[in-house]
């Protein structure tokens, strides 16, 4: 039986995010809850059962702290507010505030991404470019070093097409290594700033370094991150995964459609994975197109690739008789 509406109040911009274009957003949330949401001014009113009123106020309020930090709201961040006030999931606890806010999934993969960083001592994030994997994975160590919960932050993937030829290079290690990492240092200088990641990076408390130059290594009380793992060699995956020591974590991310070596056979992620998944500690995630938070093309031109790739798995004709 309905109760009489229960009125939020929330700031303007608050108010419209809820709402969203014509309406689109409230209606995703009274789809979603059973619940009939207006926006009268001055903020939203919920009618509805008990339960569904309770569960909408928890993906409003969601939506309504975003818009208060100035951010964008897609329809993708309501659905991700829908999903965790369902399942009761937390939302981005623990991420720092960027340059451009605070940092939260858009994509209802993206929080079950950060949901297993938070719970998992190793994560592997799988996926096309642009579902925010690495930003993701960049965005929670940045967090666990700022609170103290790790000492460093050290950020790893293979070099030049996995065959690590930095000796032709010219300068010192990181001059050689840095053109390689330019997603992970614009990552980082958004969320952590350029004055403060330089300070941290001389202190030693954010190391870059191929793969190779782990070896031999056990990183205690760092978090690791291993990009464009794709291109790592079921050797160097194995040496890299194995280096783990007291008090560190691992997230391993990479498009396993996008290897770079010779021999496909030869990338150690997808071997890594086949291993693993469902071992205690380790846990898996899988982007896809729908992830993509760029530019809307990028999800496009994934899909059509990903269509390409389908129809040429697929056996042709047999022979005519």
């Not at 998992?120 to 993701?136: D, Q, S």
């Not at 240092?185 to 952590?192: G, P, R």
Request: with cysteine.
């Amino acid at each position: 039986m309905s109760r009489a509406p229960e009125f939020i109040t929330l700031s303007d911009v608050a108010a419209r995010a809820v709402a969203g274009a014509n309406s689109r957003h409230a209606a995703l949330i009274e789809d979603a809850f059973d619940v009939l949401v207006e926006t009268p001014g001055g903020g939203v009113s919920l009618s509805g059962d008990a339960k569904g009123r309770t569960a909408a106020k928890k993906a409003v309020h969601a939506i309504a702290e975003r818009a208060d930090q100035g951010l964008d709201i897609s329809e993708a961040d309501v659905r991700v507010a829908i999903g965790n006030a369902r399942s009761g999931a937390p939302g981005a606890g623990g991420l720092p505030v960027g340059r451009r806010g605070q940092v939260a999934p858009k994509t209802k993969t993206q929080a079950e991404y950060l949901q297993a960083l938070g719970r998992c001592e190793l994560v592997f994030g799988l996926g096309p470019a642009g579902t925010g994997k690495t930003f993701l994975a960049v965005a929670h160590g940045a967090g666990l070093l700022l609170r103290g919960e790790v000492d460093r932050l050290i950020v790893s993937r293979p070099a030049v097409e996995a065959g690590e030829r930095l000796g032709f290079l010219p300068g010192d290690l990181t001059e050689k290594v840095d053109p390689y990492m330019a997603p992970v240092w614009e990552a980082l200088t958004d969320i952590l700033g350029a004055e403060q990641l330089r300070r941290r990076r001389e202190k030693g408390e954010i190391e870059v370094a191929p793969i190779a130059f782990l070896r031999g290594r056990t990183l205690a009380h760092a978090f690791i991150i291993v990009d464009e793992a794709q291109n790592a060699t079921r050797l160097q995956m194995k040496m890299v995964l194995t280096r783990l020591g007291e008090g560190a974590r691992m997230v391993v991310t990479g498009d396993p459609t996008q290897i770079d070596l010779v021999n496909l056979r030869d990338s150690g992620l997808a071997h890594a994975v086949g291993l693993l998944d469902g071992v205690k500690g380790v846990a898996v995630t899988r982007f896809t197109a729908e992830d993509v938070v760029r530019h809307p093309l990028v999800e496009r031109i994934v899909r059509a690739y990903d269509a390409d790739a389908a129809k040429a798995a697929r056996p042709g004709p047999g022979p005519s008789t």
